[in-house]
């Protein structure tokens, strides 16, 4: 089976659960914009065929309408995200039946909604309008008070590793530490994750999901990324959802190992 041309394509670490979900999160965009998009991994990429091209989808996901749907809320309300797309409600990691609350990473006092915002935000430098934009980091700003700096969900597995020393007995704001997110990353995987949970394993917090090779719409996401169904290019990776604080509360999405 041949798949059509790509008319989108981002670089990808397929080992990065952060950016596989980003992927996802990036195809069901692209289709709540352009119905009809489809998507595959290829070797070092994720290709969308879609009726649009990467610097329009990109923009529309920057400037979209993003509102927290319970104002009373703001450290785990839905979200939804909104024109120029097809709306869609983001609410996952309240979801015990499918094991999204036990997939959610943050905890505490970690406003969700302000995270989301302040990703989005810093995708609209021209820094993202590149294939490179799942390795574009930088630390990001509360759009609503840019002396404020605000700290990812930490989806992505580079943030994983160096938390722990960072996140136990003090402040990283205290310090004035300045610390690497990336927001495209993080912003979609949330996006990616409501549609396109990863499979559950028989070990605590760990988890399974699969890459593909030929193109498919946004409704078999969940199927396939969850390895129910047998499509050509298939490969399995698997992951920790690790505790990063002492108090194991917080978590973090590390590295993904291949499993043949």
């Known amino acids: 089976m041949t798949n059509p041309t790509a008319t989108i394509r981002v670089n990808v670490d397929p ?48 400037h979209a309408d993003l509102v927290q749907l319970d104002p009373l809320n703001s450290t785990s309300s839905p979200i939804e995200i909104g024109s120029p797309f ?11 039946r499918t094991g999204g609350k036990e997939l959610k990473v943050w905890a505490g006092t970690m406003e969700s909604v302000r995270i989301a915002r302040a990703m989005q935000h810093a995708m609209r430098s021209d820094r993202f309008l590149t294939p490179d934009l799942l390795d574009v980091g930088g630390v990001v700003y509360d759009p609503d008070d840019f002396k404020k700096k605000v700290e990812p969900y930490y989806f992505d597995a580079r943030r994983g590793p160096n938390a722990h020393s960072r996140d136990v007995g003090f402040s990283p704001n205290d ?7 990336f927001a ?14 990863p499979a559950k394993t ?41 505790y990063r604080t002492g108090q194991k509360k917080h978590k973090a999405f590390r590295s993904a190992i291949p499993i043949l």
């Open 175 to 181: 310090l004035g530490l300045t610390t690497t997110a």
């Open 15 to 62: 080992a990065n659960p952060g950016q596989f979900f980003a992927c996802c999160g990036l195809l069901e965009l692209a289709d709540r914009r352009w119905p009809g998009a489809e998507g595959w991994f290829e070797q070092n990429s994720f290709a969308v065929n879609a009726n649009g091209d990467f610097p329009e989808l990109i923009k529309a996901v920057a």
């Open 202 to 242: 028989n070990l605590p917090r760990v988890y399974d999901y699969f890459s593909w090779g030929i193109a498919i719409s946004p409704n078999l996401l969940q199927p396939v990324a969850a390895g129910l169904t047998s499509l050509p290019g298939i490969k399995r990776y698997r992951f920790e959802n690790w």
């Open 86 to 96: 097809r709306a869609i409600r983001l609410d996952w990691w309240n979801d015990e």
């Open 184 to 197: 495209a990353v993080e912003f979609l995987c949330l996006i990616g994750l409501q549609r396109c949970l």
